[in-house]
């Protein structure tokens, strides 16, 4: 077996553990798991700034769960690095911290940034990893939903069994962010397309999920706010649907679970996100990208690289603040609650 993985530098650790050591005890750090490939094993980080109370509204950040979507944990450190600085100094971000909680694991899966591989070390996606299958009509054709030939095509889904890396990310969801009367997950990716998109459930089917009047109402507060964003606000379902996201099978367990404490007057919510940041944008002024290995989800240019680091800065903050504010937008009246349903019935799945 080559020993490739052994002199291979790790920027991304390096930094994620500079910022550790910079946020000192400003921060609750936990190794989750470590992971081992050849010899030299990794640890999955969180890292969470914020109120302890685990009711308290909660927003988490995930990152590198493709490996070769590397940008995708760069853009989640550097939101950290932004927070390790602002919360020494800034008041109003101190306070909303006193009431809210973040939650980061910028690298699900080191092994796959280190091998600059979509799939972890056992060649498995781990967004087709969960039991979660996808509606009809599927194409056989269709690796990409989801295959269980062989490791050694793209989107395998596994043996049968969560992962190592699925298990960390799984866990850190149910202690961090289930429990919170108001959470929301940003899984950053990459991928081709000229825009970027914020997708919510479902993956694995075109139906709407039963949080569709909140979203809409999150997206009328953000188009109001930010009326020239860029972001396209859509269910994946709208791209494709697929077998074994993570996120379809976090959010239905969620779902299971607020309808058993039904009557017991719980309030809990939780919406993830996946950020699928457009990468054709980089390609088109730089195609010689696609001919290198990975270079077709990472923009390769630096000065492209920071442009994209500072992008989404303004969406990240706009999502914290929208947790602190859950009755403008989650926890709405009845007719409200159906009248924005009825629009996103509309919007999206007309
Ligand atoms: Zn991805």
Not at 278 to 297: C, D, E, I, T, V
Request: glycine residues 6%.
């Amino acid at each position: 077996m080559p020993k490739f993985l052994a002199r291979k530098r790790f920027p991304e650790m390096d930094l994620l553990e500079a910022l550790i050591e910079e946020l000192g005890d400003w921060a609750r750090v936990e190794i989750i798991k470590q992971v081992s490939y050849e010899e030299r094993s990794f640890p999955l980080y969180v890292v969470q700034v914020g109120s302890t109370d685990p009711k308290a509204p909660a927003l988490g950040f995930f990152g590198g769960v493709h490996g070769l979507e590397k940008i995708g944990a760069e853009v989640v450190l550097s939101h950290l690095s932004t927070v390790a600085s602002l919360i020494k100094w800034d008041k109003s971000f101190q306070q909303r911290l006193e009431s809210s909680r973040m939650v980061f694991m910028p690298i699900v899966n080191p092994v796959g940034i280190v091998l600059r591989r979509r799939s972890n070390g056992q060649g498995v996606d781990l967004m087709r990893n969960s039991p979660v299958e996808a509606e009809g009509p599927l194409s056989a054709a269709r690796l990409y939903q989801g295959q269980s030939i062989s490791p050694q095509l793209p989107w395998f889904r596994g043996y049968g069994e969560l992962e190592p890396e699925a298990q960390a990310l799984c866990e850190v969801v149910r202690r961090w962010l289930f429990p919170s009367q108001l959470a929301m997950a940003i899984d950053v990716h990459s991928g081709f397309g000229s825009r970027d998109r914020m997708w919510f459930p479902y993956a694995y089917s075109r139906r709407p999920c039963p949080h569709i009047g909140q979203i809409h109402a999150l997206k009328g507060l953000f188009d109001h706010s930010y009326p020239h964003h860029f972001y396209a606000i859509e269910p994946v379902s709208r791209q494709y649907t697929i077998h074994g996201d993570l996120w379809d099978y976090l959010y239905l367990e969620h779902q299971q679970q607020v309808q058993e404490e039904k009557g017991q007057q719980v309030q809990r919510g939780f919406i993830p996100w996946t950020l699928e940041m457009g990468s054709w944008m980089w390609l088109r002024k730089n195609p010689s990208q696609l001919f290198s290995r990975f270079g077709a989800f990472d923009p390769v240019k630096p000065h492209r690289r920071e442009r994209i680091l500072r992008r989404h800065l303004n969406l990240f903050d706009f999502v914290q603040r929208s947790l602190l504010a859950p009755e403008s937008w989650f926890y709405l009246a009845e007719e409200d609650l159906a009248r924005e349903r009825a629009a996103a019935l509309e919007l999206w799945y007309a």
